[in-house]
């Protein structure tokens, strides 16, 4: 269990940092994120589906520049917690309360993180002005290391409600099954929102449309 744990958290944290500070290879999706994280935790299929849920509010968010945004890779590491060993609906719309409710407390610390950047860059303002190599070395550093502990103090607080959740669910089996129902009805909402507006007009929108088409016949075809 706590192997399980530590392997959860210094997951939550990498994806944390992949989403804008280091790497960005797309692990901080949150299909990726919750799948990986769900086969720490034993279920690679249960984190799989709160991802793929997941991963269609985050369609309709662009995480670039100044931009505000819930950090829903670290959310689908709670909510594949969540959803491990639970079956079907049971788990999947709980978890998914779950991850939305973390990603906005990582956008929180987003903000915080830039308000502390900012900070930073001001007090050493004239040498960084200057060029001076060392202290810009060490107020990069400065910045990885606050995104590391801003994403591994999120994935804990995300896990510590993923247990408090599977230990006392808060809805009965019948509300858990309509709260799956309605979250993904939203998250198609929010992703054919995001798709579209994404894709613009033209040519990237006529694939889309495609895309979508497709895969609705191999769902209801398989």
Known sequence: ???????????????????????????????VAGTVAGAIAGDPVGGATVGAVLELFALDVLPVGAARYPDYGLGAVAAAATAAGAPGALGTGIGVCVGLAVAYLGELGIRAVRGLNTADVRYRREALDAGDAAVVRAT???????????????????LAIAALVYRWPPVTVQGAVLVTIVLIGAALG???????????????????????AAGVVWVVVT
């Open 1 to 31: 269990m706590i192997e399980t744990l530590a392997w959860l958290l210094l997951w939550g944290t990498v994806v944390g940092l992949d989403l804008v500070s280091v790497g960005q290879v797309m692990i901080a999706r949150p299909l």
């Open 140 to 158: 990069q550093m400065r910045g990885l290391l606050r995104d590391a502990l801003r994403s591994a103090v999120v994935t804990v607080l995300g």
């Open 190 to 212: 929010a992703g054919a929102t995001g798709g579209m507006r994404l894709s613009g007009r033209g040519l990237h929108l006529r694939w889309f449309v495609l895309g979508v």
